[in-house]
């Protein structure tokens, strides 16, 4: 799979474009594969606590679990705040 000029990564990552459309960015979630809907986000500023990843899945899985639903997007966000990892 090729997109924007450039080849695709792995098999894992051009099964997930094929299932959300080439013209989106990683990460991309799927919500009962096979034949679930995937969606590119979410893309997030800040590291959420526990609750508010939980509320946070909760809410993208309940839009996923509408078959016609597409696209919620922000542009506008705060500057990213997310500490490196540490190996």
């Not at 034949?35 to 590291?47: E, K, L, M, R």
Request: hydrophobic share 35%.
């Amino acid at each position: 799979m090729t997109g924007r000029g450039t080849t695709c990564c792995g098999p894992e990552t051009a099964l997930a474009f094929s299932r959300t459309g080439p013209d989106v960015g990683t990460p991309i979630l799927t919500f009962g594969p096979p034949d679930g809907n995937s969606f590119f986000g979410p893309v997030i500023s800040t590291i959420p606590s526990d609750d508010e990843a939980l509320a946070l899945y909760d809410a993208v899985a309940t839009l996923a679990s509408m078959s016609t639903f597409s696209e919620l997007k922000r542009t506008k966000r705060p500057p990213l705040d997310l500490p490196l990892l540490d190996f």
